[in-house]
Protein backbone atom coordinates (compact mmCIF):
# COMPACT_ATOMS: atom_id res chain seq x y z
CA UNK A 1 0.00 0.00 0.00
CA UNK A 2 1.14 3.46 -0.97
CA UNK A 3 3.02 5.70 2.31
CA UNK A 4 0.11 8.63 1.14
CA UNK A 5 -2.49 6.05 2.31
CA UNK A 6 -1.72 5.16 5.61
CA UNK A 7 -2.22 7.46 8.37
CA UNK A 8 0.94 6.91 10.36
CA UNK A 9 4.00 3.95 9.59
CA UNK A 10 1.31 1.14 11.44
CA UNK A 11 -2.17 2.79 10.90
CA UNK A 12 -4.79 2.54 8.23
CA UNK A 13 -6.33 4.85 6.43
CA UNK A 14 -10.44 4.07 6.97
CA UNK A 15 -13.27 5.12 4.56
CA UNK A 16 -15.99 6.38 7.22
CA UNK A 17 -19.35 7.77 6.44
CA UNK A 18 -21.24 9.68 9.46
CA UNK A 19 -25.05 10.32 8.83
CA UNK A 20 -27.63 12.75 9.82
CA UNK A 21 -31.03 11.17 11.59
CA UNK A 22 -33.26 10.78 9.10
CA UNK A 23 -31.31 11.86 6.22
CA UNK A 24 -32.02 15.46 7.05
CA UNK A 25 -30.58 17.74 4.60
CA UNK A 26 -28.88 20.01 7.11
CA UNK A 27 -25.93 20.86 5.29
CA UNK A 28 -27.26 22.46 2.05
CA UNK A 29 -26.50 25.84 4.59
CA UNK A 30 -23.30 27.04 4.35
CA UNK A 31 -23.34 27.67 8.43
CA UNK A 32 -24.17 24.53 8.60
CA UNK A 33 -21.62 22.90 6.80
CA UNK A 34 -19.07 25.54 8.50
CA UNK A 35 -19.74 24.03 11.81
CA UNK A 36 -18.45 20.28 11.18
CA UNK A 37 -15.65 21.57 9.30
CA UNK A 38 -14.33 23.51 12.26
CA UNK A 39 -14.81 21.07 14.49
CA UNK A 40 -12.70 18.58 11.43
CA UNK A 41 -10.13 21.29 11.59
CA UNK A 42 -9.62 21.81 15.30
CA UNK A 43 -9.66 17.39 15.26
CA UNK A 44 -6.68 17.42 12.29
CA UNK A 45 -4.74 20.47 14.40
CA UNK A 46 -5.20 18.88 17.56
CA UNK A 47 -6.19 15.20 17.90
CA UNK A 48 -3.27 14.17 15.00
CA UNK A 49 -6.40 13.31 12.78
CA UNK A 50 -5.31 12.94 9.01
CA UNK A 51 -7.82 13.36 6.08
CA UNK A 52 -7.07 12.31 2.39
CA UNK A 53 -10.40 12.91 1.19
CA UNK A 54 -13.61 14.48 2.63
CA UNK A 55 -17.30 15.61 0.77
CA UNK A 56 -20.16 17.07 2.90
CA UNK A 57 -23.44 16.34 0.99
CA UNK A 58 -26.43 17.07 2.47
CA UNK A 59 -27.34 14.66 4.81
CA UNK A 60 -24.03 13.01 5.22
CA UNK A 61 -20.04 12.97 5.71
CA UNK A 62 -17.73 10.73 3.53
CA UNK A 63 -13.97 11.17 5.01
CA UNK A 64 -11.10 9.18 4.28
CA UNK A 65 -9.36 9.36 7.58
CA UNK A 66 -6.67 7.62 9.76
CA UNK A 67 -5.46 8.65 13.52
CA UNK A 68 -2.08 7.35 14.99
CA UNK A 69 -1.65 4.10 16.42
CA UNK A 70 -3.11 3.82 19.66
CA UNK A 71 -6.39 6.14 18.86
CA UNK A 72 -9.07 4.76 17.50
CA UNK A 73 -10.56 6.91 14.24
CA UNK A 74 -14.30 6.44 15.75
CA UNK A 75 -13.26 8.02 19.41
CA UNK A 76 -11.82 11.09 17.37
CA UNK A 77 -15.49 10.95 14.76
CA UNK A 78 -17.31 10.16 17.65
CA UNK A 79 -16.00 13.58 19.24
CA UNK A 80 -16.76 15.60 16.01
CA UNK A 81 -20.18 14.48 16.18
CA UNK A 82 -21.12 15.13 19.60
CA UNK A 83 -19.54 18.60 19.44
CA UNK A 84 -21.41 19.43 16.05
CA UNK A 85 -24.44 18.53 17.66
CA UNK A 86 -23.95 20.87 19.90
CA UNK A 87 -22.73 24.03 17.86
CA UNK A 88 -26.00 22.66 15.43
CA UNK A 89 -28.04 22.72 17.82
CA UNK A 90 -27.37 26.32 19.25
CA UNK A 91 -27.27 28.03 15.57
CA UNK A 92 -30.35 26.69 14.60
CA UNK A 93 -32.31 27.91 17.58
CA UNK A 94 -30.27 31.49 16.96
CA UNK A 95 -30.13 32.04 13.54
CA UNK A 96 -33.11 34.50 12.78
CA UNK A 97 -32.49 33.10 8.95
CA UNK A 98 -32.79 29.39 9.44
CA UNK A 99 -36.93 29.10 7.91
CA UNK A 100 -36.70 25.73 8.92
CA UNK A 101 -36.00 26.27 13.19
CA UNK A 102 -39.49 24.23 14.45
CA UNK A 103 -38.94 21.58 11.64
CA UNK A 104 -35.40 21.18 12.47
CA UNK A 105 -35.82 21.14 16.15
CA UNK A 106 -39.04 18.47 16.26
CA UNK A 107 -36.95 16.12 14.52
CA UNK A 108 -34.08 16.10 16.12
CA UNK A 109 -36.19 15.94 19.28
CA UNK A 110 -37.94 13.22 17.71
CA UNK A 111 -34.63 11.15 16.96
CA UNK A 112 -33.60 11.95 20.34
CA UNK A 113 -36.55 10.41 22.01
CA UNK A 114 -36.04 7.18 20.38
CA UNK A 115 -32.47 7.13 21.38
CA UNK A 116 -33.77 8.03 25.19
CA UNK A 117 -32.10 11.51 24.66
CA UNK A 118 -33.27 15.10 24.73
CA UNK A 119 -32.00 15.92 20.58
CA UNK A 120 -30.15 13.69 18.09
CA UNK A 121 -28.49 15.07 15.09
CA UNK A 122 -26.16 12.07 13.93
CA UNK A 123 -26.95 8.40 13.57
CA UNK A 124 -25.39 6.32 16.03
CA UNK A 125 -21.82 4.96 15.47
CA UNK A 126 -20.70 5.11 11.80
CA UNK A 127 -19.45 2.98 8.51
CA UNK A 128 -15.92 2.56 8.62
CA UNK A 129 -14.09 0.39 6.15
CA UNK A 130 -10.61 -0.37 6.57
CA UNK A 131 -9.14 1.25 3.32
CA UNK A 132 -5.94 -1.94 2.96
CA UNK A 133 -4.63 -1.41 -0.87
CA UNK A 134 -3.87 1.02 -2.74
CA UNK A 135 -6.74 0.08 -5.14
CA UNK A 136 -9.59 -0.06 -2.30
CA UNK A 137 -8.35 3.88 -1.28
CA UNK A 138 -8.36 4.90 -4.71
CA UNK A 139 -11.52 3.74 -5.47
CA UNK A 140 -13.05 4.73 -2.25
CA UNK A 141 -11.40 8.39 -3.13
CA UNK A 142 -13.12 8.42 -6.39
CA UNK A 143 -16.03 7.44 -5.04
CA UNK A 144 -16.07 10.51 -2.70
CA UNK A 145 -15.66 12.99 -5.25
CA UNK A 146 -17.98 11.82 -8.05
CA UNK A 147 -20.75 11.80 -5.25
CA UNK A 148 -21.90 15.17 -5.52
CA UNK A 149 -21.71 14.68 -9.70
CA UNK A 150 -23.75 11.36 -9.53
CA UNK A 151 -26.19 13.23 -7.22
CA UNK A 152 -26.71 15.47 -10.06
CA UNK A 153 -25.70 18.97 -7.85
CA UNK A 154 -22.96 19.34 -10.38
CA UNK A 155 -21.92 18.01 -13.71
CA UNK A 156 -17.81 18.53 -12.43
CA UNK A 157 -16.78 16.94 -9.03
CA UNK A 158 -13.67 20.13 -8.85
CA UNK A 159 -16.72 22.24 -8.96
CA UNK A 160 -18.57 21.30 -5.53
CA UNK A 161 -17.29 23.41 -2.87
CA UNK A 162 -18.12 21.16 0.15
CA UNK A 163 -15.30 18.54 -1.29
CA UNK A 164 -11.72 17.78 -1.13
CA UNK A 165 -11.88 17.97 -5.11
CA UNK A 166 -12.83 21.54 -5.21
CA UNK A 167 -9.35 23.64 -6.04
CA UNK A 168 -10.07 26.14 -2.78
CA UNK A 169 -9.13 23.64 -0.03
CA UNK A 170 -11.35 24.19 3.03
CA UNK A 171 -9.62 21.52 4.87
CA UNK A 172 -5.73 20.78 5.34
CA UNK A 173 -5.34 17.35 3.70
CA UNK A 174 -2.60 15.06 4.37
CA UNK A 175 0.28 14.53 1.99
CA UNK A 176 -0.79 11.79 -0.46
Known amino acids: MPEYYKSWPDGWAYFATLTLVGWIDLFTRRACA ?3 LDSLRYSIANK ?8 LMPSLLHIIAGVP ?10 DVKSFTTRKLL ?34 P ?4 IALDSAELAERARRYIHENPVKAGYVYDAGHYALSSAA ?7 ADW
Open 34 to 36: DVV
Open 48 to 55: ELSVWAWV
Open 69 to 78: PGQRLGDVLG
Open 90 to 123: AHIAQDPQESRREWLQHLFQYFGRAAGQAHQVWQ
Open 125 to 128: GGHY
Open 167 to 173: PELLLPL
